[in-house]
């Protein structure tokens, strides 16, 4: 039960790094649609966008090194094999 529980836990790491993508993209999208309507305020509304996309990109790598540990964690194939061969006897 324990690796099977690493193996989804692996897999639910790239639906944070999807999210990620997604937030970053919208975040961008926003802040070029506020540039084009008030061109003079560009550069705050540029900081700011950078400051959150370096929040959501924290993230990411968060997500990244989180998915090195656990598949660090998970056990070798010939481990995996021989649980499945005593588990059918």
Same mark, same amino acid.
């Given at each position: 039960?324990?690796?099977?529980?690493?193996?989804?836990?692996?897999?639910?790491?790239?639906?944070?790094?999807?999210?990620?993508?997604?937030? +970053?993209?919208?975040?961008?999208?926003?802040?070029?649609?506020?540039?084009?309507?008030?061109?003079?305020?560009?550069?705050?509304? +540029?900081?700011?966008?950078?400051?959150?996309?370096?929040?959501?990109?924290?993230?990411?790598?968060?997500?990244?090194?989180?998915?090195?540990?656990?598949?660090?964690?998970?056990?070798?194939?010939?481990?995996?094999?021989?649980?499945? +061969?005593?588990?059918?006897?």
């Amino acid at each position: 039960m324990y690796f099977a529980l690493l193996a989804i836990a692996v897999a639910l790491i790239a639906v944070a790094a999807f999210g990620c993508g997604i937030a +970053q993209g919208i975040a961008v999208y926003g802040a070029a649609n506020s540039m084009a309507r008030q061109p003079e305020i560009a550069g705050k509304i +540029q900081l700011v966008m950078f400051v959150g996309l370096a929040f959501i990109e924290s993230l990411t790598i968060y997500s990244l090194m989180m998915s090195f540990i656990l598949v660090g964690k998970l056990p070798k194939t010939e481990a995996v094999l021989e649980l499945i +061969q005593h588990a059918v006897k």
